[in-house]
Nanobody, 117 residues
Framework: QVDLVESGGGLVQAGGSLRLSCAAS????????MGWFRQAPGQERVLVAA????????SYADSVKGRFTISRDYAKNRVYLQMNSLKPEDTAVYYC??????????WGQGTQVTVSS
């Protein structure tokens, strides 16, 4: 069973937009804090956006603040990452993750985002 499945990645020109989607396998994920991470080649995986499980409080890395928006649809068991004004440095594999314990411990397989200049 795959708990989290990302989609929506692709190739886009600088300044463009993409919306990533993370589909969870059960309603239980609606109660967990969720995050979007990214990992560029040769770099560590970093958290870019997070959303809490009940209050929907959000937080963002400084590098994406004002350009990315994380949201969740409780009816569809999905978490989204709307990415606007994309830059070449946003190129990475993007991962959805759930914090079922004290850390993010459930991961999707990742989706590639490539931003051309």
């Amino acid at each position: 069973q795959v708990d989290l499945v990302e989609s929506g990645g692709g190739l886009v020109q600088a300044g463009g937009s993409l919306r990533l989607s993370c589909a969870a396998s059960s309603r239980a994920f609606n109660y967990y804090p969720m995050g979007w991470f990214r990992q560029a080649p040769g770099q560590e995986r970093v958290l870019v956006a997070a959303i809490s499980g009940i209050t929907d409080a959000t937080s963002y890395a400084d590098s994406v603040k004002g350009r990315f928006t994380i949201s969740r649809d409780y009816a569809k068991n999905r978490v989204y990452l709307q990415m606007n004004s994309l830059k070449p440095e946003d190129t990475a594999v993007y991962y959805c993750a759930a914090k079922r314990g004290t850390t993010y411990d459930t991961w999707g397989q990742g989706t590639q985002v490539t931003v051309s200049s």
